[in-house]
């Protein structure tokens, strides 16, 4: 931990306010919910992208504006917020699927942490966008080591974005069934502490470390990020009764704009919904965490 935030010390310094949020976050937790609207027809969609950490200011609206494109033409109601009291029971039951979009910080209050965790756990959807999975201010171990399922450790730097190779692993996913058996991605390379396959979670995509340099160069430091040849950046499982994915693809504008992102996400959100794939049950092994 204290190399990442040497090192996103360091990105702040570089470049500018942005990433010195982390380092100085918000603990704004909000109280009084969004109304939504009257009717939200099934599948319903909440996008949440609160940031009370380093915030996607490209990404954001860029991946807005692809999950508003996917709701119209797969039938989705889809209602935006950057209100963490959304996360109620009466309101969360009202969803069938929550998008934390490039999220960052600690979002929500204990009561919304419970009531986030008894919906997913009960039978709700979660998909995870890079940023939600990015960063290490998170303190919620249940949200890290088990929806998730991996700590943030770093990314490429120096040069940050990088083009590599993504290796679809599974097509039998209605989130990769579209998908190429292989395709090329520029991105900010995230890596992690661990892999998610040893902890249950059937990897979907992952990179081949040989297409790119997985290392931070920055000013006096040098940090080497290689995970291997297990090196995940597209994953799912069931928890609960609930279903979780996540990518870790989707730093840049342009990335929404590709093909491949719109099928990955449009049949995720799908899976998330109940829409395709199995059902997901209770026989999932109770939580290491206590919250």
């Excluded at 603990?27 to 949440?48: G, N």
């Excluded at 965790?117 to 998909?127: Q, R, S």
């Amino acid at each position: 931990m204290i190399r990442v935030l040497s090192v996103l010390l360091l990105l702040g310094l570089v470049s500018g306010c942005n990433s010195l949020r982390v380092f100085f976050p918000s603990s704004s937790h909000d109280t009084t919910p969004p109304e939504l609207p009257a009717e939200l027809a099934s599948p319903s969609v909440l996008v949440f992208s609160k940031t009370n950490g380093f915030r996607h200011e490209e990404a954001i609206p860029a991946g807005l504006a692809l999950l508003d494109r996917l709701a119209a033409e797969r039938g989705w109601s889809l209602f935006h917020t950057e209100n963490g009291a959304v996360f109620t029971p009466e309101l969360l039951a009202r969803f069938d699927v929550a998008v934390w979009h490039n999220t960052s910080g600690d979002v929500l209050s204990e009561d919304q942490r419970t009531a986030f965790k008894t919906w997913l756990t009960e039978g709700g959807g979660f998909v995870g966008l890079h940023g939600a999975g990015g960063d290490p201010s998170y303190d919620w171990a249940w949200y890290v080591e088990e929806l998730v399922g991996a700590q943030f450790i770093g990314h490429t730097m120096g040069p940050q974005f990088q083009e590599a190779t993504a290796i679809v692993e599974s097509r039998d996913h209605p989130a990769t069934r579209d998908l190429p058996e292989s395709f090329q991605h520029v991105e900010e390379w995230y890596s992690f502490d661990r892999s998610v396959r040893d902890a249950g979670f059937e990897v979907l995509v992952r990179v081949d470390e040989s297409t790119y340099t997985p290392e931070l160069h920055l000013l006096w430091m040098d940090t080497d990020l290689r995970m291997g040849d297990d090196h995940p950046v597209v994953w799912s499982r069931c928890l609960g009764q609930g279903r979780t994915f996540f990518s870790a693809l989707g730093h840049q504008e342009a990335a929404y704009q590709r093909d491949e992102m719109a099928s990955l996400l449009g049949g995720a959100i799908d899976w998330a919904a109940g829409r395709a794939g199995p059902a997901c049950g209770a026989s999932q092994p109770p939580s290491a965490a206590s919250r």
